[in-house]
């Protein structure tokens, strides 16, 4: 079964400074990665996704994520961090039932 | 237009009560779930319904139980409340089943006292 770890549970960054989220992942067969954003008090928007192809991807406000097969790892990215930016961020892993597997989470604050 | 629209957005209730949770979505997808998110932020899946059917039940209490009565609505019902299942509770579609990004809905705080 597909598992999704994400080892840090609170990151803080000032504004501007670059930012990488790390998402470690678990599955036998090529997986289905996304990343997600959830602000305070509100439902999941996703930020970006990677089926297959070119390993770097582009999402929306600005991130990006890379897929490194080899160490099993779909890291989140963004050059220079905005206030809005903090919020929760969770990665995850579907499968063919689409049946998602979300990480526990990393908590994002950004300092002025 | 909300894609994923779930009510009510709030849910008090005593322990061992009867609850239901609607979900709509109103982007023509096939697929829709519920997932439960705890007070520590883990989100786990809870069912999954496709085209009415249901696809993915994972290790839920049988008090839950999900009703699709069109590809549209995904409803929750919840018996003899406890206070474990105090979440919130996200409904989400997608249009197939592999590998398609889910939309979410803003969620449902249940709070059983």
């Known amino acids: 079964a597909q598992s999704v770890t994400q080892p840090d549970i609170h990151i803080t960054v000032s504004e501007g400074a670059s930012l990488e989220l790390r998402c470690n992942y678990s599955?036998?067969?090529?997986?289905?990665l996304f990343w997600y954003v959830q602000s305070p008090g509100q439902g999941l928007q996703l930020l970006l996704k990677?089926?297959?192809?070119?390993?770097l991807v582009q999402g929306i406000k600005g991130f990006e994520a890379e897929f490194k097969r080899s160490q099993s790892s779909f890291n989140l990215r963004k050059p220079s961090v905005h206030w809005s930016d903090a919020a929760e961020y969770f990665c995850a892993v579907g499968g063919f039932n689409n049946d998602m597997r979300f990480g526990a989470g990393t908590r994002l604050t950004v300092k002025p | 237009d909300t894609a994923v629209s779930q009510t009510p957005k709030y849910l008090v209730t005593q322990m061992g009560n009867d609850k239901s949770i609607k979900c709509e979505q109103n982007l023509g997808h096939d697929t829709m779930y519920w997932y439960k998110q705890d007070s520590k932020k883990f989100l786990k899946i809870m069912f999954s319904?496709?085209?009415?059917?249901?696809?993915i039940n994972e290790t839920v209490p049988n008090r839950f139980s999900p009703k699709s009565p069109d590809k549209a609505h995904l409803n929750l019902h919840i018996n003899s409340l406890e206070l474990g299942d105090s979440a919130v509770y996200f409904c989400a579609s997608s249009l197939r089943l592999a590998g398609d990004e889910q939309f979410f809905g803003p969620g449902t705080r249940l709070t059983v006292l």
């Open positions: 319904y496709n085209n009415k059917e249901l696809i």
């Open positions: 599955y036998g067969a090529t997986p289905y």
């Open positions: 990677y089926f297959s192809g070119d390993t």
